[in-house]
């Protein structure tokens, strides 16, 4: 059990038990989740953390009431987190589009397992990457952040609660089983960067392709706020019939994320530019990576690697980079190509792009198997 | 020039989105006028202090646009869990949801049950109109059997689901089912819920003359409140009549009236609890 208010230091913890105290410093106090592996741990610990530190943590019928609530409380000026995986991640597709249709701060953990489907509960896996872009229906921009280590968990935590409250988004923590369930040191700093909700109590309340609003009306208190998941003007007032104002709300929510791309884009960069291969990575994946990278320089290769913090919008410049120097790039993924074609597009055919690919039963992809695929694409000279 | 006695509803709507696009005929502005007038009776000067939630159909539009108030109208079927979120964080607030039968109690009656079950300290008004209006005349689980709709074009061939009955079993503190001809006695309820501590559910069986009236032979507004009178029994003295001679009647009145621990007051308990 930890002190209500959790002091700076250096803990020990579990990657779900990171993300769920980086919530709670993150200004977090309502958390409505569902019980699912391998992501419980964050609700469980924040059952006894919340009520503490005078949040609120509930048990919902499911995922989509579980996010349903957090867009409620969120409206309610409550910064508001909900965390799950692959099966409880599809539920709550609907009201993703919700959150971004009506611009409402929210955080969403995808601690992702194998799947289609239950698939393997227990094991690790990379496959949400491309639902986590695309899952809900209609145009809409998302942000997503994929940690890897127990302090990132922490930390991407914090920063997807930021990033909610500037962008008034939904942003996804695309964690994974590994990271989630891993133990490592986390160090809290002693002061973290934390961005409040900023309130308005004039119109315009939502974003249009003219104007971008970052504050949100409070309810209650008669500003008569219409908020509604149907298309709508600046005002919040229903249109469900003039396409001009749907091209202007859908470039609205679609280009207030888009438009800082190359701001969002946070990449952790080795030897890029000064390689002649790369690797991209992301999540657990990277961690072999490391050690595939240092395995390959004993042997006198020079590897280049981008490891993605942020995932979407995808960092397309950090990749092209990699790829102006190296004219190979590794693509480590655990599925059957997600974010290869991300890379393959970033690129534009000016670098050979390779995957290694690899699902099912949580294995991970080993540095040895990295290596041979370094050795191999580096021997082609 | 004489000034025209205004409506009193007039001044808690939204005038720039009026007149309203309900259907001529339909239940859902008997549903606003016994709404407001409940809530002026209650003593609220307008509708500051309260949020309505609603999702997807035709009365799911009462708040949105048209109440003069905080209104969000969300993804169909998911307004309870959203006013749960808000209610919980903002439990000062009058939490109000509207809802249609295909919205509350088809894809969204597990939430319904679940807020019954926890107590949640909102009002749900389900205008059950036995159809699907909005989306035109497909069958809602409301619908009686045998009734011809869009996506029963030879008739339904299943029965029709009591969600009062349903709310009651999960715990709900009160229940009323009411009809649209039946405007004090809804106003009564509504001002009941409005006062309760805890779960309230309003079950108002309304018309819908050209989606549903249409498919049952009665195509005004009159014929159909008629039926309504004429086949509402109360429900007392339904309890004393068998399940085959109530099968085409409406059974009115209150379900439920019960005083007991909110899901607030609940949390609240555990909260001492967790801090102590």
């Not at chain 2, 109530?246 to 909260?271: C, F, S």
């Amino acid at each position: 059990m930890h002190a209500p208010v959790l002091e700076p230091g250096t803990y020990f913890w579990q990657g779900n038990i990171a993300c769920a105290e980086g919530a709670i410093a993150a200004g977090c106090r309502f958390y409505a989740g569902y019980p699912i592996t391998p992501s419980s741990e964050i609700f469980e610990h924040l059952s006894s953390r919340l009520p503490k530190v005078g949040g609120i943590c509930i048990q919902m019928e499911d995922e989509i009431a579980s996010l349903a609530a957090v867009v409620g409380a969120s409206w309610g000026g409550t910064k508001a987190l909900t965390a799950t995986s692959g099966p409880g991640f599809s539920l709550m597709q609907e009201n993703i589009g919700l959150a971004c249709m009506t611009e409402t701060p929210c955080v969403i953990v995808d601690v992702q397992r194998v799947g289609p489907s239950t698939g393997q509960a227990t094991k690790c896996a990379q496959g949400d990457v491309m639902q986590a872009r695309w899952g809900t229906h209609g145009d809409h921009e998302i942000i997503a952040l994929g940690p890897n280590s127990v302090q990132e968990m922490f930390d991407l935590t914090v920063k997807a609660f930021n990033l909610s409250e500037s962008y008034r988004n939904p942003v996804i923590v695309l964690a994974d089983e590994v990271v989630a369930h891993m133990r490592e040191r986390v160090v809290i700093p002693r002061s973290l960067e934390i961005i409040e909700r900023e309130e308005t109590y004039s119109p315009p309340f939502f974003s249009t392709s003219d104007s971008y609003v970052r504050a949100m009306p409070p309810l209650g208190r008669g500003l008569n706020v219409l908020v509604t998941g149907s298309t709508h003007d600046a005002r919040g007032l229903r249109a469900t019939a003039d396409p001009e104002i749907h091209r202007k709300l859908a470039e609205g929510i679609f280009g207030k994320i888009h438009k800082d791309a190359h701001i969002l884009s946070d990449v952790e960069q080795y030897r890029v530019g000064d390689c002649e291969v790369g690797v991209v990575s992301y999540g657990c994946t990277s961690r072999s990576v490391y050690t595939a990278i240092q395995m390959a320089e004993e042997s006198g290769m020079s590897v280049g690697h981008v490891r993605l913090r942020t995932i979407w919008p995808f960092p397309a410049e950090a990749v092209q980079r990699l790829s102006e120097g190296a004219g190979r790039i590794l693509v480590p993924e655990m599925n059957l190509k997600q974010v290869y074609f991300e890379v393959m597009r970033a690129v534009e055919g000016k670098a050979h792009v390779v995957g290694l690919n690899k699902v099912g039963g949580g294995a991970m992809i080993y540095p040895e198997e990295i290596l041979r695929k370094l050795t191999k694409m580096t021997e082609r000279d | 020039m004489q000034r025209s006695e205004e409506h009193f509803a007039i001044k808690h709507l939204r005038q720039e989105v009026l007149p309203s696009t309900f259907c001529s005929g339909c239940g859902c502005g008997t549903v606003i006028n016994c709404f407001l007038k409940a809530v002026e009776e209650e003593g609220f000067k307008d509708l500051k202090n309260f949020v309505f939630c609603s999702g997807i159909g035709c009365s799911s539009w009462i708040p949105s646009p048209y109440m003069r108030a905080d209104s969000i109208h969300v993804t169909h079927g998911r307004s309870i869990p959203v006013a749960l979120g808000l209610k919980l964080v903002r439990p000062e607030l009058n939490v109000v949801v509207f809802g249609g039968d295909g919205d509350i109690a088809a894809i969204g009656l597990n939430h319904l049950l679940h807020a019954a079950r926890r107590n949640l300290e909102v009002v749900v008004i389900m205008v059950n109109n036995m159809i699907y209006g909005m989306t035109g005349g497909q069958a809602a689980p409301t619908t009686p059997l045998g009734v011809e709709t869009t996506t029963t074009p030879y008739g339904t061939f299943e029965y029709a689901l009591d969600v009062s009955n349903l709310t009651v079993s999960a715990g709900a503190s009160y229940v009323a089912r009411w009809t649209t001809y039946h405007v004090v006695q809804l106003k009564e309820a509504i001002k009941k819920a409005l006062r309760k501590k805890g779960f309230s559910f309003l079950e108002v069986v309304s018309q819908c003359p050209p989606i549903y009236g249409r498919r049952i032979g009665m195509e005004s507004a009159t014929q159909i409140l008629n039926w309504f009178r004429s086949s509402s029994i109360a429900l007392n003295r339904a309890r004393n009549m068998k399940a085959e001679e109530l099968t085409d009647k409406i059974v009115v009145g209150e379900l439920v009236d019960i005083d007991k621990p909110t899901l607030i007051e609940n949390m609240h308990k555990v909260q001492e609890k967790a801090t102590n």
